[in-house]
């Protein structure tokens, strides 16, 4: 297994793996570890398949249900279709799936959920041959340049979630009846610590709309503030995906946002994963 990095303030590409077999109980340690380290995992020239994907994302715990089909049908499935291709194999048009476009914003996956996700696990099949990049920067890397004064000012302090709030930004129609039924606005804390490492970072993104005790307009500029230092544009890794990619983030600790692509021209089809977080996240001082 060789580990090199990608980026100055985070990230490593792993080699010498092969994610379609049974990964053994030492490399899978080396694997865990590295995650709660680097906080993202390139993994390149992968043969996945969704039985394969849905195994190794099962060793590092409990998987949440995609978000978008449980909460609009009840349907209840652990893999997430990202791009424009639909179950047939055939090319759906961005229009159709409007709500997408909110990934383009810097966002924490499931920190809309009460316990919210632990890892992405993201397995690239088709891609566009131009754009449809994805951005990732880290928060860990951001709570340490801050000064003492925003320091104190956000230790302690709690952050309202809501993902009607952010897809809404999109448009209106961009959330189903479903989702507004049974999607609520949830708690978190707004500095969060690494179990593993001990390192704190920032937990903001476009799904927070307020802050406990803080003023709404106060709140709204703190949390531009604090996004624009995490995805300073020297701090961001801008992934250029290829077929066989398998990326895994931190979503306790990173940020991360799409990029748009021409969806009439290219195809571009990537299946998730995601692995539930232990705890909610303003239950205990250290969570995961």
Known sequence: MIIESIHAEFGVRISGVDLSRPLDDEEFARIDLAINQYSLLLFEYQQMNDDRHLEFSHRFGQLEEEHVSYYSSGEV???????????DGNMISARQIKSSTGNEMWHSDSSF?????????????EVPAE???TEFASARAAYQRLDQAIRDRIDGRVGIHDYI????????????????TYMHPVRQRL????????EKNVFVGSHVKQIEGMADDEA???IEQLIKEIARPQSVYRHRWRAGDVVIWDNR???????????EKYRRRMHQTRVRGICPSIAE????
Request: net charge negative; glycine share 12%; proline share 4%.
């Open 77 to 87: 499935t652990y893999i997430g279709h990202i791009g424009n291709i639909d179950a």
């Open 113 to 125: 959920r009460e316990i919210p996700a632990m890892y992405s696990i993201l397995c690239a099949y």
């Open 131 to 133: 754009a449809g990049e």
């Open 165 to 180: 709030y952010s897809r809404t930004k999109v448009g209106e129609d961009a959330v189903t009846q479903g989702q507004r």
């Open 191 to 198: 500095v969060r610590q690494n179990p593993v490492t001990g």
């Open 220 to 222: 709204k500029a703190l």
């Open 253 to 263: 600790c990173t940020l991360h946002r799409g990029c748009g692509y021409d969806d």
């Open 285 to 288: 001082p250290l969570d995961s």
